[in-house]
Nanobody, 116 residues
């Protein structure tokens, strides 16, 4: 079992930056991929950033070049640095991890609102 807790959401103006944090606890040794998803109002949840245990990253086209996923040396924290934010980035952002048994775990979500 893995428990996740996000922090860092809030309101930001267009063009601004925010960093989301996700603290993992429990069986973190079993994690094979760390992801960030987001869900805008009335839309499906979408995968926006992935960080594998090998350190490779992948991004949705909508955030590529603006968002960066990373983790700390202890592998208990995963971050999403978001720059050049746009109103269309407004959504609830979720931390997600997958373990070696293909179980997935979700955080509670944190709201990001990009508005003048």
């Amino acid at each position: 079992q893995v428990q996740l807790a996000e922090s860092g959401g809030g309101v930001v103006q267009p063009g601004g930056s925010l960093r989301l944090s996700c603290a993992a606890s429990g069986s973190i040794f079993s994690i094979t991929a760390r992801n960030w998803y987001r869900q805008a109002l009335g839309m499906q949840r979408e995968l926006i950033a992935t960080l594998t245990s090998a350190g490779s990253t992948d991004y949705a086209d909508s955030v590529k070049g603006r968002f960066t996923i990373s983790r700390d040396a202890t592998k208990t924290m995963v971050y999403l640095q978001m720059n050049s934010l746009k109103p269309e980035d407004t959504a609830v952002y979720y931390c997600n991890v997958r373990d070696r048994n293909d179980n997935t775990y979700w955080g509670q979500g944190t709201q990001i609102t990009v508005s003048p």
